[in-house]
């Protein structure tokens, strides 16, 4: 649905993105990560035809964004950063706005009732978009990138200054949009990435540093990094134990409310969890449970982004 082939982006003398390439299947919710300044927004930008890329193809549902930007605009949604509107409008005239600059065809008052439904935004559809709470603001730029329901959304920091309960309520609306269409979505938020996407493109200064399924990213941080084990036993004693097995660092975490049984996380450079089992049952002990913890996106992170860097 969306592919980017060694897109390229020069400021002056800053290289803003550099050979570039990706693609994002139909159906996806893909999470756009890294951090501040690292050539994000831009490539959104290029994405919707916002900005000429300085080299490089840009295809968008089997269309050339850059030959044909105005085939491929329709079949984007597009919310920038802060969701700019203007403040003096209401909100069912920006979106008349939005849908007349847009070029979209269908019935004007149909497709805006359709998207304020959608987006909870029936009960403010007369109130001026200034008046409104930073999260019906959000609302308000969401529906008006759905407008003409568009094949693909690209969301650029979408949650940023929203409070707990807005950000998951705004995270709720763009789980219900994804389904039938493909989403892009720029955060430097690792949580936000990690609760609603199933794949991650990382770029870091402007260069493409992993992209693929988050689950498959995960397993190859898992394959060469330190594997973090969770532990519960009835063995109170494990220094023999983890001599025996090798374990670089043992974490105490909490034991039941009977006091029968102890949780721990233990780190080794190998996957040694036959090898502990064994040495506890050896000792006398019972094991209740024992599982590799599977690596947070922010571990997988910095180990892709500290092995990019030069």
């Not at 000429?52 to 949604?77: C, K, S, T, Y």
């Not at 700019?84 to 065809?105: D, K, T």
């Not at 497709?111 to 200034?130: F, H, K, N, P, T």
């Amino acid at each position: 649905m969306i592919r980017a082939n060694s897109l390229s982006k020069r400021f002056g003398s800053v290289e803003a993105v550099c050979g570039l390439s990706f693609e994002v299947p139909r159906g996806s919710i893909c999470g756009f990560l890294g951090p501040n300044g690292s050539g994000k927004s831009t490539t959104l930008r290029m994405l919707t035809g916002l900005l000429r890329p300085d080299a490089g193809r840009i295809e968008i549902d089997g269309v050339d964004a850059v030959a044909a930007w105005r085939e491929a605009r329709r079949r984007i949604g597009y919310l920038p950063e802060s969701a700019p509107a203007y403040p003096e409008m209401r909100v069912e005239e920006y979106l008349a706005f939005r849908w007349a600059i847009a070029g979209r065809s269908g019935s004007r008052h149909d497709e805006i009732a359709r998207v304020c439904g959608r987006c909870g935004l029936d009960s403010v559809r007369r109130r001026l978009v200034g008046t409104l709470s930073r999260g019906f603001r959000q609302r308000v730029g969401l529906a008006a990138a759905l407008l003409g329901d568009p094949a693909v959304l690209l969301l650029d920091e979408p949650t940023e200054g929203l409070d707990p309960f807005q950000v998951r309520e705004f995270r709720d609306l763009v789980r219900e949009f994804a389904q039938g269409r493909t989403v892009l979505l720029s955060s430097h938020l690792l949580a936000e990435v990690e609760t609603l996407c199933d794949r991650v493109v990382l770029i870091l200064g402007g260069r493409l540093v992993a992209t693929g399924l988050l689950q498959e990213l995960r397993q190859s941080a898992t394959a060469s990094a330190v594997h973090s084990i969770l532990l519960e036993t009835d063995l109170r004693d494990l220094a023999s134990v983890t001599a025996q097995s090798g374990l670089e660092s043992i974490e105490v975490l909490e034991a039941s409310e009977d006091g029968r049984w102890q949780r721990y996380r233990l780190r080794t450079r190998k996957d040694a969890r036959e090898h502990l089992a064994a040495a506890i049952v050896e000792q006398g002990g019972r094991v209740r449970d024992l599982h590799l913890e599977a690596p947070s996106l922010e571990a997988v992170f910095m180990e892709l982004a500290g092995a990019a860097r030069p």
